[in-house]
């Protein structure tokens, strides 16, 4: 309960920034766009490809579409990052100096996005070894989730490599956090979370009234899908702005953008008795 507790003071805090600035929403908004009609290009007619028997193809467009997805949601978060990162540091930012910083980056990004997928993919191929591949895969998949956590505001701060970036992601968790780390909190899920659940109610109502009420139950099933998208919108932009926030606390050792230390201290679980570390 006091996780969830401390999950949501969070949450209020990133919501306030938001609040404050909010052409932050339309980072996720447009790379939610860009994912959209990317996907329709080229992973869609992979996946038509594999279902029709072409598999080599069709897995080979498949891989390249995920990779285009995956550079697509970098470059939209890097730039948020950068956005959020000047707003921190008490400047004017817009969305046009966001992505002006994400252009800058690209082939930072470009070559993050080839090995996330990498790793993607190859957790993937683990987890369908059965269950200890499950087991293991899940294990692996969390750590990588740890280390790579302050992947994006590195990149946009920093303008590091891939290879740079995993180090330095990995190098300022360990100095701020320790190695005793259990998990992180990821506060866009509470708001993706109360956004999901009456979302889910809508469209499960509105199939269950299709037959009946053909109309009312696509309405349902409509309203439900608007409020599923903003509530992924906003739980991305939140995380985006609450990662700067833990970048530049563990970056710094004092807190920006209205967080406690408190707060950004407990974000990290740590294994009890594990003690705090020093800054970089």
């Known amino acids: 309960m006091s996780r969830i507790r401390r999950g949501w003071a969070l949450t209020k805090k990133s919501w306030g920034v938001l609040e404050s600035n ?7 908004l447009y790379g939610g766009v860009a994912t959209i009609i ?7 007619p992979g996946l038509y490809l594999i279902d029709k028997g072409s598999t080599g193809a069709g897995v080979a467009l498949a891989i390249i579409g995920f990779y ?3 550079v697509i949601g970098f470059y939209f978060s890097v730039g948020l990052a950068a956005a959020a990162d ?3 540091r008490g400047e004017e930012a817009t969305v046009a100096d ?23 993919v190859l957790l993937s191929i683990l987890e369908d070894q059965g269950i200890v591949g499950q087991i293991v895969g899940r294990i692996l998949d969390i750590g990588w989730s740890l280390i790579t956590f302050l992947a994006v505001p590195v990149i946009a701060i920093e303008g590091t490599g891939p290879i740079d970036t995993l180090k330095r992601s990995a190098s300022l968790f360990r100095s701020r956090w320790g190695q005793q780390i259990t998990g992180n909190l990821a506060i866009g899920g509470l708001v993706f979370l109360l956004g999901m659940l009456p979302a889910a109610l809508l469209i499960i109502g509105g199939i269950a009234l299709w037959s009946s009420s053909g109309f009312a139950g696509a309405l349902l ?9 903003i509530s992924l919108l906003i739980s991305k932009a939140l995380s985006g702005i609450f990662g700067v926030a833990l970048y530049r606390y563990a970056l710094e050792g004092h807190p920006s953008g209205g967080f406690t230390a408190d707060e950004l201290e407990s974000a990290v679980g740590r294994k009890k008795g594990a003690p705090a570390q020093g800054t970089v």
């Open 38 to 44: 990317m996907g329709l290009i080229v992973v869609g």
């Open 98 to 120: 966001g992505l002006e910083v994400a252009r800058s980056r690209f082939g930072a990004i470009a070559g993050w996005a080839a090995l996330a997928t990498s790793v993607g």
């Open 86 to 88: 000047m707003i921190f």
């Open 68 to 70: 285009l997805l995956a």
């Open 221 to 229: 099933v409509i309203v439900g899908a608007i409020v599923l998208a």
């Open 22 to 28: 909010r052409a932050l929403i339309r980072f996720p």
